[in-house]
């Protein structure tokens, strides 16, 4: 497919690739004097990022250095911002897989003589095996269009990748797990420059040997590095100092000396680049932190597991952990016990609890939230990716509903009142269930952005349920978690601040062609 040309059900020609809305950044053209002197540029693609291309251009005298790119000679155009110097290292994002492209250097002088390398040839690799282009089933113009980093997996081969999509559903970046780890919770650094991830081995039972770490690879594809994440596990939080909060297991010998450990959660710190050597920081342990004791609930917590070598049942199942910069506070979020905990990040004490068994929130109504896992009347064994103070969307799984539908939430906090309440929901509109995974966000305007996990979907719909934009994986066994980029060449660092508020109505339906 040419590049910006739309797939097939997908967006038409208003969805232009990522180096025509740069040619608007650039200076407009000024009278080019005539000139013998050439740029020197050289391509490599990235060791990190088989799809980003990072060319070196040398200019005979300072000047202002961008690379210009197509399909063809006429119809060149800038592909990254300009950068001023006689020598710079330009990577170009975006670029669609198994595609060829033209390419070359350009540069304007101080007193406006246009200067330009010879005209190149470059053809992106394929995306490898089982990382297969998404179908875009429906586009239309309600959609905010960007970019769309996860991850996927096939856990029978094992094979797993984080990736970011274009709104074709084309890969434009990936970069593969190590052989039997999964990653998980990719996401933008604070600096806006990379991507993170955890990967987590898949396999606990097989090996004593824990090999848990948050990879960063900056998205120009320049540098990648492993910080370890000893007993790590489903997310972790980067801190303004770089420091790494995560999710780590905890084991605990529960009643009877001859019971098997019980497993829960910690929440451990590490420096960024930490090896092997480092001891985590502990800042919260379920065991000795959380105020009540150890109760089963639901048939999930009775499963006997091997994790590392420490054989028995899991109690809590943490696969959430956010921060607040404005409160220093973590928000843990455990799948089994359906909580919510708020914990001082400086004590490790816990401020409340939403949901779940012993949950301090009510109803507006003053009716409880939760009664029994299948009385759960806000989340039954959710996922959260997107708070903020007074709010969150969550994914409900649904497990213990009697009639097991996944969907989306915006819930409402009063954290003075201790009530919540769902004001926006959207179930799945063909009625469907995922057991793992899955992950929602409000963006920009009020769409909201979904990715369905084991369902293979990504969608995003209007504050009424419309969908703007839809896609389905072919071959990928679970979507992972899912994160909107505006910008792939001036990426900025995510932010904490309320998304738009949800519509009056309470409750998409899927009832709607437009829905679906």
Not at 221 to 231: C, D, K, N
Not at 354 to 375: H, I, K, Y
Not at 454 to 477: F, M
């Amino acid at each position: 497919m040419r590049p910006g040309a739309a797939r097939a059900g997908g967006r038409g020609p208003g969805w232009a690739p990522l180096w025509l809305l740069l040619a608007a950044c650039l200076p407009p053209p000024l009278p080019q004097p005539e000139t013998t002197e050439r740029l020197v540029a050289t391509a490599a693609t990235s060791p990190y990022v088989a799809s980003v291309l990072l060319i070196s251009v040398t200019a005979p005298r300072p000047a202002s250095l961008w690379i210009e790119l197509g399909t063809s000679e006429d119809e060149l155009i800038a592909a990254t911002p300009a950068h001023k110097g006689t020598e710079v290292e330009l990577p170009v994002l975006g670029l669609k897989a198994g595609h060829t492209y033209l390419w070359r250097a350009a540069a304007r002088t101080p007193d406006g003589q246009r200067l330009t390398s010879p005209i190149a040839r470059y053809t992106t690799p394929t995306s490898p095996s089982g990382l297969d282009s998404y179908t875009v089933l429906r586009s239309t113009e309600a959609s905010v269009g960007g970019w769309l980093l996860t991850s996927v997996a096939q856990l029978e081969a094992p094979l797993s990748w984080v990736g970011i999509l274009d709104r074709d559903g084309d890969w434009v970046w990936w970069v593969p797990a190590e052989e039997g780890r999964i990653p998980l919770s990719p996401k933008l650094s604070r600096d806006g420059t990379a991507i993170l991830w955890g990967e987590y081995d898949l396999d606990r039972s097989q090996s004593t040997l824990d090999r848990s770490a948050l990879i960063r690879v900056s998205l120009d594809g320049s540098a990648r590095e492993q910080t370890r994440l000893p007993l790590g596990h489903h997310d972790f939080v980067e801190h303004a100092d770089g420091t790494i909060a995560y999710l780590s297991r905890s084991a605990a010998q529960l009643g009877q000396a001859d019971a098997l450990p019980v497993h829960a959660d910690r929440i451990d710190l590490v420096p960024r680049g930490a090896g092997h050597d480092v001891v985590p920081q502990t800042v919260f342990d379920t065991f000795e932190d959380y105020p009540y004791p150890a109760v089963s609930t639901c048939a999930h917590m009775t499963r006997i597991q091997n994790t590392y070598g420490s054989i028995g049942p899991e109690w809590t199942h943490g696969n959430s952990l956010l921060y607040l910069d404005e409160e220093d506070a973590y928000y843990l979020n455990a799948r089994y016990t359906d909580w919510l905990l708020k914990i001082d990040a400086g004590t490790g004490e816990v401020l409340w609890q939403l949901n779940g068994l012993d949950g301090g929130f009510t109803l507006p109504d003053g009716s409880p939230a939760w009664e029994s896992p299948g009385e759960a009347h806000l989340w039954s064994h959710g996922h959260i990716s997107q708070l903020w103070s007074g709010g969150m969307m969550v994914f409900d799984n649904g497990d213990h509903r009697t009639k097991r539908v996944s969907r989306v939430l915006e819930i409402a906090l009063d954290e003075d009142a201790r009530t919540a309440e769902i004001v926006w929901s959207y179930p799945h509109p063909d009625g469907r269930f995922t057991p793992s995974m899955g992950d929602a966000r409000r963006l920009p305007g009020g769409n909201v952005l979904t990715a369905w996990a084991g369902l293979r979907e990504i969608t995003e719909v209007t504050p009424d349920g419309s969908v703007a934009w839809k896609a389905r994986s072919g071959r990928a066994d679970v979507v992972g978690r899912i994160t909107w980029l505006p910008d792939l060449a001036r990426p900025s660092p995510p932010s904490q601040a309320p998304p738009a508020p949800a519509p009056a109505s309470p409750e998409a339906s899927g009832d709607d062609p437009d829905r679906r």
